[in-house]
């Protein structure tokens, strides 16, 4: 059994890990946030949010968590957790199909932004600094009938404390399917304590399977002179436009695999040396493509690393070694962040994203001059 005691600014976590199947370690670091409600973070290093990683090291992680769920006969829904886990969800859904095509699944993530007219389930993350969130019933008629007809629930988050966001979007999404027979809550840690499958199921009244990659738990002591000033916010005019957000890449829901076309890979790749380094950086939510994209490059023989940017606010200091502040591409005037990462590092940095180009200005121009972006639509 390993225990760690973590010294943060905001106070001193301590971890106890029961059963792990990674040094944990290799798994995550740790750092403060600059919220209320929460004061600490574990800062995965296999996510490709927080922390630069090897697009072959997620694949790992997908396919080590896709091989432990016990499925049923289905309908399987897969749903990914807004913001950091949605690139890890649709990584964990892409591996169940490789691994069990004959699965009848569809695979969606929760959102932070509106669309009118859209039909949607709201459901809280207390302990957020963004807690909205929203889960929308698809478009296309088939996958809106496996939507509502699933048998099988599997929540995908980074990783679960206590649940409350996972039981709060079951019980939500029980009120449109109440048809529902089993649930499974999958993670990279899992830091509820040894009896959390039970508690869950209690609390759903429902099985409640718990993947994980490490079962754990936790306890934090907040320091006394944690500063209490309000966090920069995290939310802001999150109505989108309908051309803002893609359709068909698993927001609105998706029954299959998606895939980088091979010239798009070149295109991006033009002018570079086998064995050069290539950062692609997801945009927020927006975080699958980049990962597709990354594994593209590292087939093609690149060095490559995968990351997302974040809204969310975390302090300097512990595993976050630099901090990056930039304007978001989404036009909703909040900041947006990108950690553990330097420019120089890279020959080339590939930015992913959903919106239009010019909101990525700021960003850009905090990358430096060796970038390309890279649209659902389009290279550019």
């Not at 840690?189 to 754990?216: I, K, M, N, Y």
Request: proline letters at 5%.
């Amino acid at each position: 059994m390993t225990e760690r005691a973590v010294r943060l600014d905001t106070g001193t976590l301590r971890v106890r890990v029961h059963e792990s199947a990674f040094e944990l370690d290799e798994l995550c670091g740790f750092a403060a946030r600059h919220n209320r409600k929460r004061g600490f973070l574990f800062l995965s290093k296999v996510l490709g949010k927080h922390w630069p990683v090897t697009p072959t090291r997620m694949l790992e992680i997908h396919a080590h968590l896709a091989g432990r769920l016990d499925l049923g006969a289905g309908p399987c829904l897969f749903v990914a957790m807004a913001e950091t886990a949605t690139g890890l969800g649709q990584g964990v859904f892409e591996s169940v199909l490789e691994q069990r095509p004959e699965t009848e699944a569809l695979f969606i993530h929760s959102t932070r932004y509106r669309i009118d007219g859209r039909t949607a389930l709201d459901f809280q993350e207390a302990h957020c600094h963004a807690p909205d969130q929203l889960l929308y019933a698809p478009t296309r008629p088939e996958l809106r009938a496996r939507f509502e007809s699933a048998r099988e629930l599997v929540l995908i988050d980074d990783e679960i404390s206590t649940g409350n966001t996972l039981c709060n979007l079951v019980e939500s999404y029980r009120r449109l399917n109440p048809k529902i027979e089993r649930i499974h809550f999958v993670a990279i840690t899992q830091f509820g304590g040894a009896d959390s499958a039970a508690r869950f199921s209690a609390r759903l009244g429902l099985p409640v399977e718990c993947v994980a990659a490490l079962h754990g738990e936790f306890a934090f002591e907040p320091a006394a002179s944690w500063s209490t000033d309000e966090p920069p916010s995290a939310v802001g005019d999150n109505r989108r436009a309908p051309h803002q957000l893609a359709e068909d890449l698993g927001r609105f829901g998706i029954e299959q695999s998606i895939h980088v076309p091979h010239a798009d890979l070149e295109h991006l790749s033009e002018g570079l040396q086998a064995g050069d380094s290539i950062l692609v950086l997801g945009t927020g939510e927006f975080m699958h493509l980049a990962f597709r994209v990354g594994l593209g490059l590292e087939a093609l023989g690149f060095r490559v690393a995968v990351q997302a940017t974040s809204r969310s606010p975390i302090l300097l200091g512990a595993d976050v070694g630099s901090r990056r502040v930039f304007a978001d591409n989404y036009g909703e005037g909040i900041r947006n962040y990108l950690y553990n990462v330097d420019p120089g590092d890279y020959a080339r940095i590939i930015v992913c994203h959903e919106t239009p180009r010019a909101g990525l200005d700021d960003l850009l121009q905090n990358l430096g001059p060796r970038h390309r972006s890279y649209s659902v639509a389009s290279t550019e």
